[in-house]
């Protein structure tokens, strides 16, 4: 079955850093994936999508890299601020009629 | 950009009650919406997909007669928890699909059965 797995432990930085968080999917080949950002008790909030044959995407302070080989995205804020902390989700997905699966999510506090 | 509101943001009702959330796209149409469910402290479990003019689609697990799910509009869905336990205290979000891949997500609703 679909397995996603994103960093389960907190990541707390200081600000001005890059944060780095990782995203790994098994048993399946998306063709594309999407990163979200959740705050507590809201909805999800798009950031950015990458498809399959794209190896980096770039929004703002944003990045995010797709390896198709390794299984695995990663998702980049640099000059962090204490503003993006916040839960960051991934959803590596197949293109079905836009169903979404989504990893557990790596909490991240950006401290002034 | 595209607006998905949730009806109540909020609610808490007795044991054996029914519970009718709304989700609503404000300014653009969604011929697919979904349903999600979400505990603390975990992910969104999608629950079912939600299809204007047809019966919704449910998840493995979910029961279709307790989670009624109607479309009847471009920009309503409708989830009714059917006598909702305390174990259907949750959180439960929809989104809306605007373009093939970009999914907006409503402010979700949390659910609290006593």
């Known amino acids: 079955s679909q397995k996603i797995e994103q960093n389960s432990e907190a990541l707390n930085i200081q600000e001005g850093k890059t944060a780095t968080l990782t995203c790994n999917y098994t048993?399946?080949?998306?063709?594309?994936l999407q990163w979200y950002r959740q705050d507590p008790g809201r909805g999800p909030v798009f950031l950015l999508l990458?498809?399959?044959?794209?190896k980096e995407k770039r929004k703002e302070r944003l990045k995010v890299t797709f390896d198709t080989t390794l299984k695995q995205s990663l998702f980049h804020i640099t000059a962090s601020q204490p503003a993006d902390s916040a839960t960051y989700l991934c959803?590596?997905?197949?293109?079905?009629?836009?169903?979404?699966?989504f990893g557990q999510g790596t909490e991240l506090s950006v401290k002034p | 950009g595209a607006v998905v509101s949730q009806h109540p943001s909020w609610v808490i009702c007795k044991s054996g009650t029914s519970v009718k959330i709304e989700c609503r796209s404000l300014?653009?149409?969604?011929?697919?919406m979904f349903w999600y469910r979400q505990f603390p402290k975990q992910s969104l479990m999608l629950m079912a997909t939600?299809?204007?003019?047809?019966?919704?689609?449910?998840e493995q697990g979910v029961e279709k007669d307790k989670f009624l799910i109607n479309h009847a509009s471009l920009t309503l869905s409708t989830l009714t928890v059917t006598s909702a336990h305390p174990e259907d205290s949750s959180f439960y979000i929809c989104?809306?699909?605007?373009?093939?891949?970009?999914?907006?997500f409503g402010p979700g609703t949390r659910l609290t059965v006593l």
């Open positions: 989104s809306a699909i605007l373009h093939y891949n970009e999914q907006f």
């Open positions: 048993n399946y080949s998306p063709a594309y």
């Open positions: 990458i498809r399959e044959n794209e």
């Open positions: 959803a590596p997905t197949l293109g079905q009629g836009g169903k979404l699966i």
């Open positions: 300014d653009f149409q969604a011929t697919t």
């Open positions: 939600s299809n204007e003019g047809s019966k919704a689609t449910y």
